[in-house]
């Protein structure tokens, strides 16, 4: 199956679980990235449950500090 | 409010944009934007929101500018080595733009003060490095309906977002906590490159403009990422949690707090 992880698009097999793919991309510090599925914030307790389908649309969302030392 | 001549010419580029026009720049005249943090984020978008006539900034930040500060944060000066940030940001900002009136606040935003602070203010710019001001800032400008731009910077990468209240998601929607201190790097243990604090510090000055004077859309429930090294700009659709803890209608937090200091912070200063 074809799916659009962080707007490339990827192939992989049937019956990957959301948990699987942020393995396989190599995502890192998994359980402080927000993760949508098309469009829809994903619970990191479904991660496991949560099986992709063809057409499936994944972002990462990744905290990103930066700026000024405010304190 | 007429413009006087010397106005017409120095916002002419600004008049002539039909975006904008003299109704336009009579809003930036008129506007009230604080930026926190006056860094990497918070000194370009400060300099171009003076330079665009916003008729007050307010500009908050604790720190006095160091050397290593100068690889980015160009509102300040090698000869500011020393100063209070903010009042070598005023000055910079008054040397580009004397009809500008310049508020500084040389303290840290806290859940004591920050309701206060912002109030007075229609629009505000989180340029700080760290997450509990981060989910402080979000946190006061839902409660208190004001619109903000969020952005983080690290390595070669920037992101931001822009909260208005009823319309977008808000920074706790997407993210629901902080992270737990040294899980997720800040810019002085990862480095960043000046240009990408610039790229996005322009941008949320940008969104600072857009909002005043109701031109264009606004990153309202989309986060706006960039690549520098892949020199990739990507959109990204935010909905909304209907759970959020601060903006939905399940809201558990009343009032601003502050989450702990780690201590590693706190020894730094």
Redesign the interface.
């Known amino acids: 199956m074809k799916i659009i992880v ?2 490339a698009e990827k192939e992989y097999a049937d019956g990957l679980s959301v948990e699987d793919l942020i393995e396989a991309e190599k995502v890192e ?1 998994p359980q ?1 990235v ?1 993760v ?1 599925v098309n ?3 994903l619970p990191n307790t479904e991660r496991t449950s949560r099986i992709l389908q063809d057409g499936d649309v994944v ?1 990462f ?11 | 409010m007429a413009f006087t001549n010397e106005q017409l010419e120095r916002y002419s580029r600004h008049i002539i944009l039909k975006e904008i026009g003299p109704k336009g720049q009579k809003k930036l005249m008129q506007a009230r934007v604080l930026i926190i943090g006056a860094g990497g984020l918070g000194a370009p978008a400060a300099l171009y929101l003076a330079a665009a006539g916003v008729g007050t900034i307010g500009i908050a930040d604790a720190d006095v500018v160091d050397l290593s500060n100068l690889q980015r944060q160009v509102i300040h000066s090698t000869a500011d080595i020393g100063r209070p940030k903010v009042e070598s940001a005023r000055d910079s900002m008054l040397a580009i733009n004397p009809e500008i009136d310049v508020h500084t606040y040389y303290e840290y935003i806290t859940s004591e003060n920050i309701s206060g602070i912002i109030r007075d203010y229609d629009f505000i710019l989180d340029g700080t490095d760290n997450f509990p001001a981060k989910f402080l800032i979000n946190d006061a400008c839902v409660l208190e309906e004001k619109p903000f731009s969020h952005a983080g910077i690290i390595r070669f990468e920037g992101q931001l977002m822009t909260y208005v209240p009823g319309e977008g998601p808000c920074y706790r929607c997407v993210f629901k906590e902080p992270p737990p201190k040294d899980l997720v790097p800040t810019c002085r243990e990862a480095g960043v490159i000046g240009a990408v604090a610039g790229v996005i510090g322009c941008l949320q000055a940008m969104e600072a403009v857009k909002y005043i004077t109701g031109a264009g859309d606004l990153l309202t429930g989309r986060l706006l990422t960039y690549d520098a090294l892949k020199m990739q700009f990507r959109t990204i659709r935010l909905p909304r949690d209907s759970h959020c803890a601060v903006c939905s209608g399940e809201r558990t937090i009343h009032a601003p707090f502050d989450y702990e200091l780690p201590s590693c912070d706190l020894k730094n200063r």
């Not at chain 1, 969302?61 to 304190?71: H, P, V």
């Open positions: 962080a707007g510090t402080y927000t949508t469009d829809s914030f972002e969302l990744y905290f990103m500090g930066g700026g000024a030392a405010d304190r």
